[in-house]
């Protein structure tokens, strides 16, 4: 599954720019221009980074900044702090509150998609490795293919995404709307019924013969990939 970055920017035509570009390197995009959007989105869906404007309306980056330092699921996320203010006291400010990197407008779009890269691969390696490899089964992103031992795996477009998020948070029990939001975007109209769908597609594409079967149904939670299921 893409990198998720939240873009909280109220500049339109800015977000436009940036959003454009992120998506055609490849990433997932969800923007808002307001600092009580961004808290509900980073609570209810985190990304995987956050790009965050210094000046919004209501609470400013910098407090926004703080919050997602003092939470404990966001504490780690990577954020790039864009602003106008291009005094060294004002870029330190910035740091010194959290922000990982500092990129004063106007900017190269190139080169924030350059540390917007540098970050992820340190905080999140899993989202940019071109390939992926969990219980046995492998995922060249670059090929769009999948392998288990020797055997190839034929998968739809959904299927591959669900899976891919799955090997991304093994050992991680995911709900329904975990996956929906994921897999198929917070704003997608279809019920958590289409999850139990598309997992029994996928176990029995991923399943052949006395393979072990790496997902596992958690009753009333969800599932969980296991990422060593020859153990089972």
């Not at 005094?87 to 004063?104: I, N, Q, S």
């Not at 739809?156 to 709307?177: D, H, I, K, N």
Request: glycine residues 8%.
């Amino acid at each position: 599954m893409a990198a998720k970055i939240l873009i909280v920017e109220d500049e339109e035509a800015l977000v436009t720019l940036i959003s454009y570009n992120l998506e055609a390197a490849g990433y997932q995009v969800v923007s808002t221009g307001t600092s009580d959007d961004a808290m509900f989105l980073l609570k209810e869906s985190p990304p995987d980074l956050v790009i965050l404007d210094w000046m919004l309306p209501g609470a400013s980056g910098i407090e926004i900044c703080r919050q997602i330092r003092a939470g404990a699921a966001t504490r780690n996320l990577p954020v790039i702090m864009l602003t106008a203010r291009g005094e060294e006291a004002d870029k330190l400010r910035g740091l010194a509150t959290g922000a990982d990197d500092y990129m004063v407008k106007p900017f190269s779009v190139a080169e924030l998609l350059a540390r917007i890269k540098g970050l992820l691969r340190r905080a999140a390696p899993e989202k940019t490795a071109e390939l992926l490899q969990k219980g046995g089964i492998s995922i060249d992103r670059q090929a769009h293919r999948v392998t288990r031992g020797s055997r190839e795996i034929m998968l739809g477009p959904t299927e591959y995404r669900l899976l891919e998020f799955f090997m991304q948070s093994a050992g991680r029990v995911l709900s329904r709307a975990q996956l929906l939001d994921n897999v198929w975007g917070h704003t997608a109209e279809v019920d958590e019924r289409t999850v139990d769908v598309h997992v029994g597609r996928l176990r029995k594409s991923i399943v052949r013969g006395a393979e072990v079967d790496p997902i596992r149904t958690v009753r009333g939670a969800g599932y969980v990939f296991d990422d060593k299921p020859s153990s089972a």
